[in-house]
């Protein structure tokens, strides 16, 4: 099926407004830090609409929509979405996210993508609010349309977001990815980055150059799926490449993972050996990959790694600076590094290497930490820094977001939890997650917000199997319908 008329078919699920709003807005092309197409395409579907339309300082799109005749005296709700996505693909597909939309199939009971991400996180949220925005016969209170960027890499719309503009006590955040779930609270994060330089040397005449490739990893979200220990492609290399040195080969260069929110699914390393020894490393190579492949294999089915034959450079990493890489690499911790003592099966801190990349004497190694608890994020922060300064390189934090402490008084919890309940005869799951929201970003900026966050079921976020559930996109929306119908009565101010 032409990929036009797939659309036409998805934009025909029920519910037919969000799945509608959702093909049109995966038309736009919107990666992390290059999403104002995205912004303008919202922005203009709100005037287009005749509604309060505007860019608050920090850059983000605020709409404004009047409550329903009756419902003019409720809590006015801020209803919250991201416009950017997290452009993964698989390897060898020609996509490119700054100038092309999503190309989108039916896969059973979900929606996915052709081989890249399909952004559904966050564009079913962002798809749901533009549908409640154009709606002319669903009963809501006083609705405020809150549209950030940048969400993925940085968080930066939420940190821009302009003091003293929202008028709403209510947030709802849409940007969850199990329609069981009502999360309360979630993790802070900081990107800890280190740099470094090594000295080149020339490669021996009586050598071969071989590519080692890593590749077919599950991946997945860095933060909702570090819990099960799916394989890092940099961590599995960098094993690799410790077998290497041990048997007297060197490293020319590595480049290996990406975004730091996503789970590396592929490296690659340039490796020179011996031509004397080379059959025999590899043999040795080859069973360590055999190993490692099937200690993977439940939770990476797909892992291939390969060995195939490469140009010889001219030059590679001295020994001793490549050791020091390998080690700083096999230092630095990967994966859940704290559970939380105060909530059974939930992750507190934990750390993501998202990327490796040496290569013409330069060295970089991207993390990502995140933790519910800022003491342990310093602490796991500090454990880093240790081991990448031991190797003697520079070490810098950035993007530093806190996290969302939960609200046991929260009256929108109560309301949203009791509904539940009533609609689907059991209790939804009230969660801290340890993925990072806006909410708390906000909520320091807005102290007497009342936030939840929620959505439809998304699995393989922040990686190419990406995938929305179509049953799970019109449960949502009919639970988020019903919350707005039933938002309290604004409460009057006390008099002074």
Same mark, same amino acid.
């Given at each position: 099926m032409e990929p036009r008329d797939m659309h036409a078919r998805i934009a025909r699920l029920d519910p037919e407004p969000v799945w509608r709003n959702f093909v049109a807005f995966n038309a736009v092309p919107r990666p992390s830090k290059k999403e104002e197409k995205a912004?303008?395409?919202?922005?203009?579907?709100?005037?287009?609409?005749?509604?309060?339309?505007?860019?608050? *300082? !920090?850059?983000?799109?605020?709409?404004?929509?009047?409550?329903?005749?009756?419902?003019?005296?409720?809590?006015?709700?801020?209803?919250?979405?991201?416009?950017?996505?997290?452009?993964?693909?698989?390897?060898?597909v020609d996509h490119d996210f700054e100038k092309e939309g999503i190309k989108m199939k039916i896969d059973g009971d979900w929606v996915t993508a052709e081989g890249t991400t399909l952004g559904a996180d966050n564009g079913i949220g962002v798809a749901a609010i533009l549908a409640l925005l154009e709606s002319k016969d669903i009963p809501h209170p006083p609705l405020e349309a809150l549209f950030t960027y940048d969400e993925e890499t940085g968080m930066t719309g939420a940190k821009k977001?302009?003091?003293?503009?929202?008028?709403?006590?209510?947030?709802?955040?849409?940007?969850?990815?199990?329609?069981?779930?009502?999360?309360?609270? +979630?993790?802070?994060?900081?990107?800890?980055?280190?740099?470094?330089?090594?000295?080149?040397?020339?490669?021996?005449?009586?050598?071969?150059?071989?590519?080692?490739?890593?590749?077919?990893?599950? !991946?997945?979200?860095? !933060?909702?799926?570090?819990?099960?220990?799916?394989?890092?492609?940099?961590?599995?290399?960098?094993?690799?490449?410790? *077998?290497?040195?041990?048997? !007297?080969?060197?490293?020319?260069?590595?480049?290996?993972?990406?975004?730091?929110?996503?789970?590396?699914?592929?490296?690659?390393?340039?490796?020179?050996?011996?031509?004397?020894?080379?059959?025999?490393?590899?043999?040795?190579?080859?069973?360590?990959?055999?190993?490692?492949?099937?200690?993977?294999?439940?939770?990476?089915?797909?892992l291939q790694i390969e060995f195939s034959p490469a140009s010889r450079p001219a030059r590679m990493m001295a020994p001793a600076d490549a050791r020091k890489l390998v080690q700083a690499v096999y230092g630095a911790h990967n994966g859940v590094y704290r559970m939380n003592p105060a909530i059974e099966g939930q992750v507190e801190t934990s750390n993501n290497v998202a990327s490796v990349r040496a290569a013409g004497g330069e060295i970089e190694i991207g993390n990502l930490t995140r933790s519910s608890s800022e003491s342990a994020k310093q602490d796991l922060v500090n454990a880093l820094k240790s081991v990448f300064e031991l190797a003697g390189y520079r070490v810098?934090?950035?993007?530093?977001?806190?996290?969302?402490?939960?609200?046991?008084?929260?009256?929108?919890?109560?309301?949203?939890?009791?509904?539940?309940?009533?609609?689907?005869?059991?209790?939804?799951?009230?969660?801290? +997650?340890?993925?990072?929201?806006? +909410?708390?970003?906000?909520?320091?900026?807005?102290?007497?917000?009342?936030?939840?966050?929620?959505?439809?079921?998304?699995?393989?976020?922040h990686s190419p199997d990406e995938r929305v559930h179509i049953g799970s996109v019109k449960k949502f929306w009919d639970y988020l319908l019903e919350t707005l119908k039933r938002v309290p009565e604004r409460q009057e101010a006390p008099a002074e």
């Open positions: 912004l303008a395409y919202v922005e203009e579907f709100g005037k287009r609409l005749g509604l309060e339309t505007f860019r608050d *300082k !920090g850059g983000n799109v605020i709409i404004r929509k009047p409550a329903t005749p009756g419902m003019e005296n409720r809590e006015t709700v801020i209803l919250q979405a991201h416009v950017d996505m997290v452009p993964q693909k698989e390897k060898g977001l302009e003091e003293g503009v929202l008028r709403g006590k209510i947030m709802l955040n849409l940007d969850t990815e199990n329609d069981d779930e009502l999360d309360i609270g +979630c993790a802070g994060g900081i990107d800890v980055t280190a740099r470094g330089t090594y000295q080149e040397t020339e490669v021996p005449q009586d050598s071969e150059a071989w590519q080692i490739t890593v590749k077919g990893l599950t !991946g997945g979200h860095s !933060g909702m799926d570090i819990h099960l220990y799916r394989g890092n492609a940099n961590k599995i290399m960098n094993s690799l490449l410790h *077998k290497v040195l041990e048997e !007297g080969g060197h490293i020319a260069r590595v480049e290996g993972g990406g975004l730091r929110n996503a789970i590396p699914r592929e490296s690659e390393a340039v490796i020179i050996l011996p031509a004397s020894e080379a059959r025999r490393i590899l043999e040795e190579l080859r069973a360590l990959a055999a190993d490692i492949a099937r200690e993977q294999a439940v939770r990476d089915p797909g810098t934090t950035s993007g530093d977001y806190p996290g969302w402490e939960p609200d046991p008084d929260s009256r929108i919890l109560d309301l949203m939890k009791n509904l539940y309940v009533e609609l689907y005869r059991r209790e939804p799951r009230v969660e801290a +997650c340890h993925a990072g929201l806006e +909410c708390g970003i906000v909520k320091n900026k807005y102290p007497d917000l009342d936030v939840i966050s929620f959505g439809p079921t998304i699995w393989g976020a």
